[in-house]
């Protein structure tokens, strides 16, 4: 029985080709979005200090603010300068998650906010860590970053300083809880929603053929 030819790719007309949006994922370290993501990075053992040493909840605020800022900066850059970079891809998830962790970590020692806090999130990232294996098989060693894991990131970076903020007496504290409450249990909950879409991605790519 004769062989049969290998399945033709699909043709790809100028026109799709122009529809198709190209990104150059460049392999240098030192471009300014990974020198942002890498000062984040530094930040977050001098937040932990800072939290849990001399109490200083206002220069840890202003350090949140500036991880907040940087944050957008990174990601901006990229683009505005054309320099993504398969290291920035792996730097910016790592210190989001890096921050959320020491943040949760500082808070709850300090009693501002219950452990169940603490432990919920960091479980939510066990449990993807846990599927990379899974995703290996197929040859991939991640999941794109999709709109709603953003979202749940960008609530929490912005419920914790709220809930430091809260950790005193007036009206400005009161406040502050009560809006750093719902921006946390918003986040919280698209935090662990975002992750359950991975999982189920994950499903989906383990069903196709290799």
Same mark, same amino acid.
């Given at each position: ?86 290291? @920035?891809?792996? *730097?910016?998830?790592? #210190?989001?998650? /890096? &921050?959320?962790?020491? =943040?949760?970590?500082?808070? %709850? ?77 918003? @986040?919280?909950? *698209?935090?662990?929603? #975002?992750?359950? /879409? &991975?999982?189920?991605? =994950?499903?989906?790519?383990? %069903?196709?053929?290799?």
């Amino acid at each position: 029985m004769p062989e049969q030819p290998p399945e033709a790719a699909p043709e790809v007309t100028p026109r799709d080709a122009a529809d198709l949006p190209v990104v150059r994922r460049s392999t240098r370290v030192w471009t300014v979005p990974n020198i942002l993501s890498v000062l984040r990075l530094a930040g977050v053992p001098v937040f932990l200090w800072l939290v849990l040493g001399p109490e200083a909840d206002g220069w840890a605020l202003t350090l949140l603010m500036v991880s907040g800022i940087t944050d957008y900066l990174d990601g901006y850059l990229a683009r505005r300068l054309d320099q993504y970079s398969v290291v @920035g891809e792996i *730097l910016d998830p790592v #210190a989001d998650r /890096l &921050y959320i962790l020491a =943040v949760v970590i500082g808070l %709850a020692l300090r009693d501002i906010i219950p452990w169940w806090v603490a432990i919920i999130l960091p479980l939510r990232d066990l449990f993807l860590w846990g599927l990379v294996p899974f995703l290996r098989t197929r040859g991939y060693s991640s999941l794109p970053v999709h709109f709603l894991g953003k979202a749940a990131t960008f609530n929490l970076l912005y419920a914790f300083p709220l809930l430091l903020l809260g950790d005193g007496d007036g009206t400005v504290a009161t406040l502050a809880e009560v809006f750093g409450w719902a921006f946390a249990l918003w @986040g919280i909950g *698209l935090y662990w929603w #975002a992750g359950l /879409l &991975y999982a189920w991605q =994950v499903r989906r790519l383990m %069903a196709e053929p290799r």
